[in-house]
Nanobody
Framework: QVQLVESGGGLVQAGDSLRLSCAAS????????MGWFRQAPGKEREFVAT????????DYAGSVKGRFTISRDNAKNTVYLQMNSLKPDDTAVYYC?????????????????WGQGTQVTVSS
């Protein structure tokens, strides 16, 4: 059974940084693209960032471009989301997700497995 376990969320002030981690149990992790999504209260889940199987290709939502960085360590079966210059609008539950293919994806239906989420709260 595939498991994705996020960690690193918390309560921070505007302008602070956080790094989220997602550890995957999937055997084919090193050949799968990964993504981060988030869901704020009362809103739909939205795309944040995605990374190809080897880290060679990344893509971001416009709202986080230049502030967030997605990366991965295939030796550790882990994907990261470095979040800098956090804003109150970044407050949400952040989910990592796994695709069964090597290339990036930006929509929810493209992902097969999801973590349980980690809460990020940014105070003003």
């Amino acid at each position: 059974q595939v498991q994705l376990v996020e960690s690193g969320g918390g309560l921070v002030q505007a302008g602070d940084s956080l790094r989220l981690s997602c550890a995957a149990s999937k055997r084919t992790f090193s050949t799968d693209a990964m993504g981060w999504f988030r869901q704020a209260p009362g809103k739909e889940r939205e795309f944040v960032a995605t990374i190809s199987w080897n880290g060679g290709v990344t893509d971001y939502a416009g709202s986080v471009k230049g502030r967030f960085t997605i990366s991965r360590d295939n030796a550790k079966n882990t994907v990261y989301l470095q979040m800098n210059s956090l804003k109150p609008d970044d407050t949400a539950v952040y989910y990592c997700a796994n695709r069964g293919v090597p290339w990036v994806g930006k929509t929810i239906p493209e992902y097969d497995y999801w973590g349980q989420g980690t809460q990020v709260t940014v105070s003003s």
